[in-house]
C-alpha cells in the first residue's frame, strides 16, 4: 500500500484561485494569467491561469500533447508568450531571458537528461551553483585566496545538496555512469543548487520503479519542507501525482479543463472523459 502523504488544507484566495492554508498570508510564488502561445494558426496554449502558493506541492497533469511542456517552456522563457502575464513572487517576466527567470528564483529539470554525462557528479551540482559565484576570472586565473575559499564552499555545498539523495559517496563518479534513477535524482539535485523559489519538475518518475518512485515522493516532500520551496510537477504516474500534489492542474489540448484538489480531480467527469474517451451512450 502506498505511503500516505500529510497534504495542506486547500482555500479560496480572492482571486477564486486555491493555495494551500498555510500560505493563505503570503502572497503566491507564482501566477499565471491568460497566459497563451501560439505556433503559426496553432494555438498550443491558450487562456492559462494558474497561481502556486509559497510552499506548495502543485500537479500539472493531462494527456500526451495537451501542452504541459509547453508550460514549462513558457515559464522559464525558452518561449516568449503571445499573451498573458506570469508574475513570480510578484514581479512580472516579460521579456526575461532563460537565465534571468532562474536567478529571479525559477529551476527546472527535463523529460530527457540533461547532464553533462562527462563531468563528475559534483561538478555536475557545481554548475547550478554557478549564480552564487562571487570571484572575478582573474581571481580564478591566478587561483587568488578568494578562488579558493569560494571552492572550497562550493564542495561543502554540493556535498550537502547530495546527501538528499544520499548520494555524497558518488561526488567522484562521472555522472553518465550512473543508473537512470540516480541520474534523475542528480538533475533534481543540480536545479536545486541554483537556489530556487519554484521548482519545475518535468516527469521526475519517468524510467523509476515502484520502490524508486515512493523514494520520489518522499523525497519530493522532503525538498518542498527542507527549502521551504514551492514544487510544480508534470507527470504521468497518477500515484504520485494524487499522493502528493495539494492542487492539480489538468490540460487538454493546450487550455485548463480542471483545477482543484486530488479528490475533486479524480471524481471530475471532464478529466475522465479527457483521459479515456466519452463513454458511447446505451
Given at each position: 500500500m502506498a505511503k500516505q502523504f500529510e497534504k495542506g488544507k486547500m482555500v479560496p484566495v480572492p482571486s477564486t484561485s486555491i493555495i494551500p492554508e498555510r500560505d493563505v498570508d503570503k502572497s503566491p510564488i507564482l501566477e499565471c494569467s491568460h497566459l497563451g502561445i501560439d505556433f503559426g494558426g496553432l494555438r498550443a496554449v491558450d487562456d492559462f491561469n494558474l497561481t502556486i502558493g509559497r510552499t506548495e506541492i502543485a500537479g500539472l497533469i493531462g494527456p500526451n500533447g495537451a501542452g504541459k511542456t509547453t508550460v514549462f517552456n513558457l515559464l522559464t522563457k525558452v518561449y516568449q508568450?503571445?499573451?498573458?502575464?506570469?508574475?513570480?513572487?510578484?514581479?512580472?517576466?516579460?521579456?526575461?531571458?532563460?537565465?534571468?527567470?532562474?536567478?529571479?528564483?525559477?529551476?527546472?529539470?527535463?523529460?530527457?537528461?540533461?547532464?553533462?554525462?562527462?563531468?563528475?557528479?559534483?561538478?555536475?551540482?557545481?554548475?547550478?551553483?554557478?549564480?552564487?559565484?562571487?570571484?572575478?576570472?582573474?581571481?580564478?586565473?591566478?587561483?587568488?585566496?578568494?578562488?579558493?575559499?569560494?571552492?572550497?564552499?562550493?564542495?561543502?555545498?554540493?556535498?550537502?545538496?547530495?546527501?538528499?539523495?544520499?548520494?555524497?559517496?558518488?561526488?567522484?563518479?562521472?555522472?553518465?555512469?550512473?543508473?537512470?534513477?540516480?541520474?534523475?535524482?542528480?538533475?533534481?539535485?543540480?536545479?536545486?543548487?541554483?537556489?530556487p523559489s519554484l521548482l519545475l519538475l518535468d516527469e521526475p518518475a519517468a524510467g523509476m520503479n515502484p520502490s524508486e518512485t515512493a523514494e520520489l515522493m518522499e523525497n519530493i516532500v522532503k525538498i518542498r519542507d527542507t527549502f521551504h520551496i514551492a514544487i510544480l510537477l508534470i507527470e504521468h504516474d497518477m500515484s504520485l501525482v494524487m499522493g502528493i500534489c495539494e492542487g492539480i492542474c489538468v490540460l487538454n489540448f493546450g487550455r485548463v479543463i480542471a483545477k482543484g484538489t486530488s479528490e475533486e480531480i479524480q471524481a471530475n467527469p471532464a478529466v475522465i472523459e479527457a483521459y479515456l474517451g466519452k463513454r458511447k451512450e446505451g
Open positions: 508568450p503571445t499573451r498573458g502575464t506570469i508574475l513570480l513572487d510578484g514581479l512580472d517576466t516579460s521579456g526575461k531571458t532563460t537565465a534571468q527567470i532562474n536567478r529571479m528564483g525559477i529551476a527546472r529539470t527535463f523529460q530527457n537528461i540533461r547532464l553533462f554525462s562527462d563531468m563528475s557528479v559534483e561538478d555536475n551540482v557545481k554548475v547550478g551553483l554557478h549564480n552564487q559565484e562571487r570571484y572575478s576570472a582573474l581571481t580564478s586565473v591566478l587561483r587568488l585566496p578568494k578562488y579558493w575559499r569560494q571552492e572550497a564552499a562550493a564542495h561543502r555545498r554540493a556535498l550537502e545538496l547530495l546527501s538528499i539523495f544520499d548520494m555524497q559517496d558518488l561526488a567522484d563518479y562521472k555522472a553518465g555512469s550512473l543508473p537512470y534513477g540516480a541520474q534523475r535524482r542528480l538533475e533534481i539535485v543540480r536545479a536545486l543548487a541554483t537556489n
